[in-house]
């Protein structure tokens, strides 16, 4: 069993950044897979960016496209801590933004994309953007 608790959301003006944070507990992090999902009023949850575990401090990465070039996803196994530096950011990332992680493990290189891949949420924290 893992806790995911996210941090850092707030309101912040169309162009500025923002990390959010995700701390985990109950459980080691570095040989699973960390997601960042994202579901804006009316809408439904969609995929953000994940990144694998590994054996080595290389790590793979996936984005959503609209986020490709302006979020970055991090984690420092250690800390057990997932991030997602946020820059340029835009009206339409504003949503609450949800860390996940899997029951398994698989492969050093997975990288789920689909909200039925993950076994455990946070409850996520909220992120406005003013245009």
């Known amino acids: 069993q893992v806790q995911l608790v996210e941090s850092g959301g707030g309101l912040v003006q169309a162009g500025d950044s923002l990390r959010l944070s995700c701390a985990a507990s109950?459980?080691?992090?570095?040989?699973?897979?960390m997601g960042w999902f994202r579901q804006a009023p009316g809408k439904e949850r969609e995929f953000v960016a994940a990144?694998?575990?590994?054996?080595?401090?290389?790590?793979?990465?996936d984005y959503a496209d609209s986020v490709k070039g302006r979020f970055t996803i991090s984690r420092d196994n250690i800390k057990k801590m997932v991030y997602l530096q946020m820059n340029s950011l835009k009206p339409e990332d504003t949503a609450v933004y949800y860390c996940?992680?899997?029951?398994?493990?698989?492969?050093?290189?997975?990288?789920?994309?689909?909200?039925?891949?993950?076994?455990?949420w946070g409850q996520g924290t909220q992120v406005t953007v003013s245009s």
């Open positions: 996940a992680t899997t029951k398994a493990g698989g492969s050093s290189w997975f990288l789920p994309r689909r909200i039925y891949e993950y076994d455990y």
């Open positions: 109950g459980r080691t992090i570095s040989i699973y897979p």
């Open positions: 990144i694998s575990w590994s054996g080595t401090s290389t790590y793979y990465t």
